[in-house]
Protein backbone atom coordinates (compact mmCIF):
# COMPACT_ATOMS: atom_id res chain seq x y z
CA UNK A 1 0.00 0.00 0.00
CA UNK A 2 1.22 3.65 -0.87
CA UNK A 3 1.62 6.30 1.53
CA UNK A 4 -0.95 8.09 0.45
CA UNK A 5 -3.05 5.07 0.70
CA UNK A 6 -2.03 3.95 4.05
CA UNK A 7 -2.71 7.58 5.46
CA UNK A 8 -6.36 7.30 3.87
CA UNK A 9 -6.89 4.09 5.14
CA UNK A 10 -6.30 5.50 8.49
CA UNK A 11 -8.55 8.55 7.95
CA UNK A 12 -10.82 6.53 7.34
CA UNK A 13 -10.79 4.80 10.09
CA UNK A 14 -10.65 7.77 12.38
CA UNK A 15 -13.77 8.65 10.72
CA UNK A 16 -16.24 5.50 11.85
CA UNK A 17 -14.50 6.22 15.04
CA UNK A 18 -15.86 9.25 15.32
CA UNK A 19 -19.53 8.07 14.43
CA UNK A 20 -19.21 5.09 16.77
CA UNK A 21 -18.14 7.65 19.24
CA UNK A 22 -21.16 9.19 19.10
CA UNK A 23 -23.29 6.38 18.77
CA UNK A 24 -21.94 4.83 23.04
CA UNK A 25 -22.37 8.27 24.22
CA UNK A 26 -26.28 8.34 22.67
CA UNK A 27 -27.09 4.91 24.48
CA UNK A 28 -24.69 5.58 27.66
CA UNK A 29 -25.24 9.74 28.15
CA UNK A 30 -22.77 9.43 31.29
CA UNK A 31 -19.40 9.08 29.05
CA UNK A 32 -17.28 12.51 28.93
CA UNK A 33 -17.48 12.38 24.95
CA UNK A 34 -15.93 15.64 24.44
CA UNK A 35 -12.57 14.45 25.83
CA UNK A 36 -12.70 11.75 23.47
CA UNK A 37 -13.31 13.78 20.36
CA UNK A 38 -10.54 15.57 20.51
CA UNK A 39 -7.92 12.23 20.63
CA UNK A 40 -9.62 10.48 17.67
CA UNK A 41 -6.63 11.03 15.56
CA UNK A 42 -4.38 10.10 18.01
CA UNK A 43 -5.58 6.68 18.92
CA UNK A 44 -6.37 6.05 14.77
CA UNK A 45 -2.95 6.49 14.13
CA UNK A 46 -1.63 5.38 16.69
CA UNK A 47 -3.05 1.92 16.70
CA UNK A 48 -4.17 1.47 12.60
CA UNK A 49 -0.51 3.24 11.40
CA UNK A 50 1.74 -0.14 12.25
CA UNK A 51 3.23 1.77 14.61
CA UNK A 52 3.02 -0.53 18.05
CA UNK A 53 3.04 -4.11 18.86
CA UNK A 54 -0.26 -5.53 20.69
CA UNK A 55 -2.17 -8.77 20.25
CA UNK A 56 -6.04 -8.53 20.10
CA UNK A 57 -6.07 -12.30 21.44
CA UNK A 58 -3.20 -12.18 24.02
CA UNK A 59 -3.46 -8.56 25.48
CA UNK A 60 -0.98 -9.44 27.95
CA UNK A 61 1.65 -10.87 25.77
CA UNK A 62 5.04 -9.77 26.82
CA UNK A 63 6.06 -8.47 24.17
CA UNK A 64 3.48 -5.79 23.53
CA UNK A 65 4.48 -2.17 23.73
CA UNK A 66 2.94 -0.77 26.63
CA UNK A 67 -0.11 1.78 25.91
CA UNK A 68 -0.88 3.94 29.38
CA UNK A 69 -4.10 6.05 28.39
CA UNK A 70 -3.80 8.19 31.69
CA UNK A 71 -7.25 10.12 30.45
CA UNK A 72 -9.09 7.44 30.79
CA UNK A 73 -11.99 9.30 31.05
CA UNK A 74 -11.73 10.78 27.66
CA UNK A 75 -10.85 7.25 25.61
CA UNK A 76 -14.42 5.65 25.11
CA UNK A 77 -13.03 6.50 21.46
CA UNK A 78 -10.50 3.80 22.06
CA UNK A 79 -13.16 1.46 22.68
CA UNK A 80 -14.70 0.83 18.83
CA UNK A 81 -10.63 0.88 17.73
CA UNK A 82 -10.34 -2.51 20.46
CA UNK A 83 -13.89 -4.21 18.78
CA UNK A 84 -12.43 -3.45 15.24
CA UNK A 85 -9.58 -5.33 15.99
CA UNK A 86 -10.62 -8.19 17.91
CA UNK A 87 -10.06 -7.20 21.76
CA UNK A 88 -13.31 -7.86 22.34
CA UNK A 89 -16.56 -8.64 20.20
CA UNK A 90 -17.86 -5.49 18.51
CA UNK A 91 -20.91 -6.53 19.75
CA UNK A 92 -20.11 -5.37 23.14
CA UNK A 93 -20.04 -1.84 21.84
CA UNK A 94 -24.02 -1.95 22.18
CA UNK A 95 -23.61 -2.66 26.36
CA UNK A 96 -21.19 0.37 27.37
CA UNK A 97 -22.10 1.81 30.54
CA UNK A 98 -25.12 -1.22 31.07
CA UNK A 99 -24.71 -3.82 33.84
CA UNK A 100 -23.26 -6.58 33.30
CA UNK A 101 -20.62 -4.93 30.29
CA UNK A 102 -17.03 -4.68 31.40
CA UNK A 103 -17.06 -1.06 28.99
CA UNK A 104 -17.55 1.27 31.44
CA UNK A 105 -18.01 5.46 31.18
CA UNK A 106 -14.83 5.10 32.59
CA UNK A 107 -12.47 2.25 31.66
CA UNK A 108 -10.41 -0.02 34.44
CA UNK A 109 -8.22 -3.49 33.30
CA UNK A 110 -10.74 -6.16 32.74
CA UNK A 111 -10.89 -4.39 29.29
CA UNK A 112 -8.56 -6.00 26.92
CA UNK A 113 -6.27 -3.86 25.89
CA UNK A 114 -6.34 -1.62 28.76
CA UNK A 115 -2.98 -1.48 31.17
CA UNK A 116 -4.20 0.50 34.35
CA UNK A 117 -6.80 1.80 36.36
CA UNK A 118 -7.58 5.52 34.95
CA UNK A 119 -10.06 6.86 37.23
CA UNK A 120 -8.32 9.26 39.20
CA UNK A 121 -5.83 11.52 36.78
CA UNK A 122 -1.80 12.16 37.50
CA UNK A 123 -0.88 8.39 37.67
CA UNK A 124 -0.41 7.16 34.11
CA UNK A 125 3.30 8.64 33.88
CA UNK A 126 4.72 7.79 37.20
CA UNK A 127 3.39 4.50 35.69
CA UNK A 128 4.92 4.41 32.82
CA UNK A 129 7.80 5.34 34.14
CA UNK A 130 8.66 1.95 36.22
CA UNK A 131 7.28 -0.11 33.11
CA UNK A 132 9.76 2.00 31.07
CA UNK A 133 12.83 1.24 33.66
CA UNK A 134 12.15 -2.03 34.17
CA UNK A 135 11.90 -2.57 30.30
CA UNK A 136 15.50 -1.22 29.74
CA UNK A 137 16.77 -2.97 32.79
CA UNK A 138 15.79 -6.16 31.33
CA UNK A 139 17.54 -5.35 27.65
CA UNK A 140 13.93 -5.25 26.14
CA UNK A 141 13.20 -3.30 22.83
CA UNK A 142 9.33 -2.78 23.77
CA UNK A 143 8.55 0.98 24.14
CA UNK A 144 6.06 3.02 26.86
CA UNK A 145 3.14 5.25 25.54
CA UNK A 146 1.35 7.57 27.87
CA UNK A 147 -1.52 9.48 26.64
CA UNK A 148 -2.29 12.33 28.95
CA UNK A 149 -4.90 15.58 28.35
CA UNK A 150 -3.33 19.32 29.01
CA UNK A 151 -5.51 19.88 32.39
CA UNK A 152 -3.62 16.75 33.97
CA UNK A 153 -0.49 18.87 34.22
CA UNK A 154 -1.68 20.24 36.30
CA UNK A 155 -1.18 17.32 38.73
CA UNK A 156 2.17 17.72 40.93
CA UNK A 157 2.99 13.85 39.99
CA UNK A 158 3.01 14.18 36.32
CA UNK A 159 6.38 17.25 36.77
CA UNK A 160 7.80 14.50 39.26
CA UNK A 161 7.23 11.74 36.80
CA UNK A 162 8.99 14.27 33.86
CA UNK A 163 11.85 14.76 36.15
CA UNK A 164 12.60 11.20 36.59
CA UNK A 165 12.40 10.11 33.17
CA UNK A 166 14.66 12.64 32.02
CA UNK A 167 17.84 11.80 34.61
CA UNK A 168 16.97 7.88 34.05
CA UNK A 169 16.99 8.56 29.97
CA UNK A 170 13.98 6.86 29.57
CA UNK A 171 14.64 6.77 25.49
CA UNK A 172 11.53 4.19 25.04
CA UNK A 173 8.81 6.10 26.88
CA UNK A 174 6.59 8.85 24.54
CA UNK A 175 3.96 10.66 26.15
CA UNK A 176 1.35 12.24 23.79
CA UNK A 177 -0.23 15.10 25.31
CA UNK A 178 -4.04 15.59 23.82
CA UNK A 179 -3.36 19.62 24.25
CA UNK A 180 -7.15 20.57 23.97
CA UNK A 181 -7.11 23.64 26.17
CA UNK A 182 -9.98 22.78 28.27
CA UNK A 183 -10.17 21.41 32.00
CA UNK A 184 -13.46 20.05 33.49
CA UNK A 185 -14.80 23.51 34.13
CA UNK A 186 -13.07 26.25 31.79
CA UNK A 187 -10.51 26.48 29.74
CA UNK A 188 -6.76 25.79 31.04
CA UNK A 189 -5.19 28.64 30.63
CA UNK A 190 -7.57 30.32 33.01
CA UNK A 191 -6.99 27.64 35.92
CA UNK A 192 -3.48 26.95 35.54
CA UNK A 193 -1.60 28.23 32.34
CA UNK A 194 0.97 26.01 31.81
CA UNK A 195 1.86 27.34 28.35
CA UNK A 196 4.53 26.89 26.56
CA UNK A 197 4.41 22.80 27.24
CA UNK A 198 7.47 23.43 25.32
CA UNK A 199 9.95 25.09 26.61
CA UNK A 200 9.03 23.68 30.04
CA UNK A 201 9.79 20.17 28.90
CA UNK A 202 13.02 21.20 27.54
CA UNK A 203 14.18 22.79 30.14
CA UNK A 204 13.69 19.28 31.92
CA UNK A 205 15.33 17.31 28.83
CA UNK A 206 13.16 16.16 26.77
CA UNK A 207 12.88 15.25 23.23
CA UNK A 208 10.04 17.79 21.91
CA UNK A 209 7.31 17.53 18.97
CA UNK A 210 5.04 20.57 18.58
CA UNK A 211 1.73 19.21 16.12
CA UNK A 212 -1.66 19.91 15.06
CA UNK A 213 -3.41 16.62 16.96
CA UNK A 214 -5.68 16.38 14.23
CA UNK A 215 -3.52 15.77 11.16
CA UNK A 216 -2.76 12.10 10.59
CA UNK A 217 0.13 12.63 8.52
CA UNK A 218 1.85 14.78 11.12
CA UNK A 219 0.72 12.61 13.94
CA UNK A 220 2.71 9.31 11.99
CA UNK A 221 5.76 11.50 11.18
CA UNK A 222 6.20 12.47 14.87
CA UNK A 223 4.77 9.20 16.83
CA UNK A 224 7.05 6.97 14.07
CA UNK A 225 10.22 9.03 14.46
CA UNK A 226 10.11 9.00 18.51
CA UNK A 227 9.35 5.23 18.49
CA UNK A 228 12.62 4.32 16.73
CA UNK A 229 14.63 7.02 18.51
CA UNK A 230 17.19 5.74 21.16
CA UNK A 231 18.77 8.81 22.27
CA UNK A 232 18.70 8.71 25.69
CA UNK A 233 15.87 10.95 26.30
CA UNK A 234 12.59 11.00 26.87
CA UNK A 235 9.97 12.28 23.51
CA UNK A 236 6.88 14.27 24.29
CA UNK A 237 4.44 15.36 21.32
CA UNK A 238 1.94 17.88 22.33
CA UNK A 239 -0.91 17.22 20.00
CA UNK A 240 -2.83 20.72 19.80
CA UNK A 241 -6.67 19.36 19.69
CA UNK A 242 -9.94 20.91 19.91
CA UNK A 243 -12.62 19.22 22.45
CA UNK A 244 -15.33 18.12 21.05
CA UNK A 245 -14.56 18.23 17.80
CA UNK A 246 -17.17 17.61 15.32
CA UNK A 247 -19.68 18.43 17.28
CA UNK A 248 -21.00 22.46 16.99
CA UNK A 249 -22.57 22.33 20.73
CA UNK A 250 -19.50 21.31 22.14
CA UNK A 251 -16.57 22.89 20.41
CA UNK A 252 -14.61 25.50 22.32
CA UNK A 253 -16.90 25.25 24.89
CA UNK A 254 -15.45 25.91 28.55
CA UNK A 255 -17.97 23.43 30.15
CA UNK A 256 -17.83 21.27 27.22
CA UNK A 257 -16.35 18.25 29.22
CA UNK A 258 -19.34 17.95 31.39
CA UNK A 259 -21.93 18.47 28.40
CA UNK A 260 -23.93 15.85 26.58
CA UNK A 261 -25.11 15.92 23.26
CA UNK A 262 -28.82 15.68 22.24
CA UNK A 263 -29.91 12.79 20.79
CA UNK A 264 -31.10 14.98 17.82
CA UNK A 265 -27.56 16.36 17.23
CA UNK A 266 -26.12 13.15 16.94
CA UNK A 267 -28.52 12.28 14.63
CA UNK A 268 -28.13 15.25 12.40
CA UNK A 269 -24.14 14.75 12.72
CA UNK A 270 -24.38 10.93 11.52
CA UNK A 271 -26.68 11.74 8.54
CA UNK A 272 -24.13 14.44 7.59
CA UNK A 273 -20.94 11.88 7.25
Given at each position: MGNESFINAITSKAKWVFSETLKIHRSAPETRV??????????????????IKYYPHDPLNSDRDRVIISKGHGSICFYPILADLGFFKMDELKN???????????PDPIIPGYETINGSLGHGLG????????????????????I??????????????????????????????????????NFSARIINAAPLSEKFAAFGWEISDIDG????????????????????????????????????????????????????????????
Open positions: ASALSCIEIFSTLYYGDLVGQEGSFLGGIVACGIAVSLKRRKKNQNVIVVGDGELNEGSNWEAINFAAHHKLDNLLLIIDDNKISMLHDIPALYTAISTCLKSRNKKPKVISAHTVKGRGVPSLENKPLSHIMNIKSEEIDEILRGI
